[in-house]
C-alpha cells in the first residue's frame, strides 16, 4: 500500500491536525510507504508546518499565481509524481478537480478518498457533486458516515468508519489522584476547543457558572483554546476572572493539555452543538478525568458517551442541566466509577492501536474496491476577480504567471479552500441529521 494525504498548512493546532500525526506515525511504523503534501504558499506555509509536525516529515507544493486554476494545476503536477497511491483528502478542496482531470487523461490509477471530520453542510455538498469520483469516505463518527450516504449520496458500501484515537501512554493514570473519600470541596473543570458559538457554544459557559454559583459549588475551571470570541468571552466570565476561579490559557498544544491541564480526578466539560469526536474527550478520559458533555450531534450513533455509565449528559444549551450533573460529581465515588467504565471503552475503541487497526482496514477495503466509471468533465471555476472575469480563468493564470503577479488572499481558507461550497447551510444538514442520531 502506498498513501499520499494532501492537508492544509495553515492550521499548526487542533484534532485534525495531531489526528493525521498519530495516523502517519503509526502507519510508517507498519512499514506502509506514506507521503504528506501541504500546500507552500503565502498563508499555507511548509515550513511553519514542518517545524510544528516534524514526524510527517511534509513535502510541499506551490501555486505561484494563487487563483483557482493554479491550485488545479500544482495538484495535477503532485498527482502525477503519485499515479498509482491511494489519496486521501484532508479538506483540500481543489484535489477533486485535479484528480477529475488526470482520470479523464488515463494519469492517474490509484484511488481517491475523502477522510470526513465535520458535520457541515459544505463537506455534504461535495460529497454530492464528487459522487462520481470519489472512491471512497472514511467517517471519524457514526453520525458523520450515516449523513455522507443520506445527504452526500455516497454508496454505503462505499462509506466507512474509522475513529480518532490516543496514546495508550495516557490510559496508565488512575481514575483518581487518591482513593475516592465521598464529597469534595472544589471541582476541578477542565474546557477545551475553539473559542466560537456555532459549534463550541461558548456563550453557554457563563450561564453553567452562575448556575453553579447558585447552588454553592465549589469550582475552579480551566479554559483551553482561542478563537473569535475569546474577547466577548472574557468579558463575559470577568467576574469569575477576577476571583481567580476561571482561567484562560489560550491555545496550547496537546503535549502541553496533557502536561499541565488533564489531570486524574478532574471533569472534562464539552457544550457542542455537534461533533465527530471529540479528541478532547478521549484524552481527558485517558487522563483520569470524568466528562459531563451536551448531547451534542454526533454523540447518539457513537453510543460511546452513555448517560450515567460513561459520562454525565445534558441537552444541548441547558445550563442548569449541565449545572445539576457537575453538582452530581461532587462524588468521588461517582466520579471513579464514570472514569473506571469510560477507560475501558477507550481502550477498545479509541486506543491509538484500535484507531489504526480502523484506518489501516478502511484503507484495504477501499484499494479492494471495484473501480469507479470515468468521471464527468471538469465544471469551469467561478471567476475569482476582476481579471478571471475579463479573461476568463485559464487565460487571466496564463497573464499572472506571465508577468509573475499572484492573486492575493485575505485569509487561509480563501487560498486554500476546504470546500468547493462554503457557506453551506448548516442549520439544515443538523436539522435532517438529529433523526439519524438517537441516543440509546
Keep these: 500500500m502506498k498513501l499520499l494525504y494532501v492537508a492544509p498548512s495553515a492550521y499548526l493546532l487542533g484534532g485534525v491536525?495531531?489526528?493525521?500525526?498519530?495516523?502517519?506515525?503509526?502507519?510508517?511504523?507498519?512499514?506502509?510507504?506514506?507521503?504528506?503534501?501541504?500546500?507552500?504558499?503565502?498563508?499555507?506555509?511548509?515550513?511553519?508546518?514542518?517545524e510544528r509536525y516534524p514526524q510527517l516529515r511534509p513535502i510541499g507544493f506551490r501555486n505561484p499565481a494563487g487563483d483557482a486554476t493554479g491550485r488545479i494545476r500544482s495538484l495535477m503536477a503532485l498527482l502525477r509524481?503519485?499515479?498509482?497511491h491511494l489519496v486521501a483528502g484532508?479538506?483540500?478542496?481543489?484535489?477533486?478537480?485535479?484528480?477529475?482531470?488526470?482520470?479523464?487523461?488515463?494519469?492517474?490509477?490509484?484511488?481517491?478518498?475523502?477522510?470526513?471530520?465535520?458535520?457541515?453542510?459544505?463537506?455534504?455538498?461535495?460529497?454530492l457533486e464528487q459522487r462520481d469520483l470519489l472512491d471512497a469516505v472514511v467517517a471519524t463518527n457514526r453520525l458523520s458516515a450515516a449523513l455522507a450516504s443520506a445527504q452526500g449520496g455516497i454508496a454505503p458500501e462505499r462509506v466507512l468508519y474509522a475513529p480518532y484515537g490516543v496514546e495508550l501512554a495516557s490510559l496508565a493514570a488512575p481514575p483518581c489522584a487518591a482513593q475516592p473519600t465521598g464529597e469534595a470541596a472544589d471541582l476541578e473543570i477542565v474546557w477545551v476547543g475553539r473559542l466560537e458559538k456555532a459549534q463550541k457554544r461558548v456563550q453557554d459557559i457563563r450561564p453553567i457558572l452562575a448556575a453553579l454559583d447558585g447552588a454553592g459549588l465549589g469550582f475552579r475551571l480551566t479554559i483551553a483554546g482561542d478563537g473569535p470570541e475569546r474577547s466577548a468571552l472574557e468579558h463575559d466570565l470577568e467576574p469569575w476572572l477576577q476571583r481567580g476561579s476561571v482561567r484562560l490559557t489560550?491555545?496550547?498544544?496537546?503535549?502541553?493539555?496533557?502536561?499541565?491541564?488533564?489531570?486524574?480526578?478532574?471533569?472534562?466539560?464539552?457544550?457542542?452543538a455537534w461533533e465527530t469526536g471529540p479528541i478532547v474527550?478521549?484524552?481527558?478520559?485517558?487522563?483520569?478525568?470524568a466528562?459531563?458533555?451536551?448531547?451534542?450531534?454526533?454523540?447518539?450513533?457513537?453510543?460511546?458517551?452513555?448517560?450515567?455509565?460513561?459520562?454525565?449528559?445534558?441537552?444541548?444549551?441547558?445550563?442548569?442541566?449541565?449545572?445539576r450533573q457537575l453538582q452530581r460529581l461532587r462524588d468521588r465515588f461517582l466520579l471513579a466509577e464514570l472514569v473506571a467504565a469510560a477507560?475501558?471503552?477507550?481502550?477498545?475503541?479509541?486506543?491509538?492501536?484500535?484507531?489504526?487497526?480502523?484506518?489501516?482496514?478502511?484503507?484495504?477495503?477501499?484499494?479492494?474496491?471495484?473501480?469507479?466509471?470515468?468521471?464527468?468533465?471538469?465544471?469551469?471555476?467561478?471567476?475569482?476577480?476582476?481579471?478571471?472575469?475579463?479573461?476568463?480563468?485559464?487565460?487571466?493564470?496564463?497573464?499572472?504567471?506571465?508577468?509573475g503577479r499572484r492573486f492575493r488572499h485575505t485569509d487561509a481558507g480563501s487560498e486554500w479552500p476546504h470546500s468547493g461550497h462554503p457557506g453551506g447551510a448548516d442549520a439544515s444538514l443538523l436539522q435532517r441529521a438529529r433523526p439519524l442520531d438517537r441516543h440509546g
Excluded at 81 to 84: E, L, M, S
Excluded at 281 to 289: F, K, Q
Excluded at 346 to 359: D, F, G, I, K
Design 17 to 50: 491536525q495531531d489526528w493525521l500525526a498519530d495516523l502517519v506515525a503509526g502507519q510508517r511504523a507498519r512499514g506502509v510507504e506514506v507521503s504528506v503534501a501541504v500546500p507552500d504558499d503565502s498563508l499555507h506555509r511548509l515550513a511553519p508546518y514542518a
Design 81 to 84: 509524481r503519485h499515479p498509482d
Design 90 to 127: 484532508v479538506n483540500i478542496a481543489a484535489l477533486y478537480p485535479a484528480v477529475r482531470h488526470l482520470r479523464r487523461r488515463r494519469q492517474f490509477r490509484g484511488r481517491v478518498l475523502l477522510t470526513l471530520h465535520a458535520l457541515e453542510a459544505e463537506y455534504y455538498s461535495d460529497l
Design 250 to 272: 489560550g491555545a496550547i498544544p496537546r503535549q502541553s493539555l496533557r502536561r499541565d491541564v488533564y489531570g486524574p480526578g478532574k471533569v472534562l466539560l464539552i457544550t457542542s
Design 281 to 289: 474527550a478521549w484524552e481527558a478520559i485517558g487522563a483520569g478525568m
Design 291 to 323: 466528562v459531563v458533555s451536551s448531547r451534542y450531534l454526533g454523540s447518539g450513533l457513537e453510543d460511546a458517551l452513555q448517560e450515567g455509565r460513561t459520562a454525565l449528559l445534558f441537552p444541548v444549551g441547558d445550563a442548569d442541566g449541565a449545572a
Design 343 to 403: 477507560l475501558t471503552l477507550v481502550r477498545r475503541r479509541y486506543s491509538r492501536e484500535a484507531s489504526l487497526a480502523a484506518w489501516m482496514d478502511a484503507f484495504a477495503m477501499v484499494e479492494a474496491l471495484p473501480p469507479l466509471p470515468t468521471p464527468a468533465a471538469v465544471q469551469p471555476s467561478a471567476p475569482a476577480g476582476g481579471l478571471d472575469r475579463l479573461l476568463g480563468a485559464a487565460a487571466a493564470h496564463r497573464l499572472r504567471r506571465l508577468l
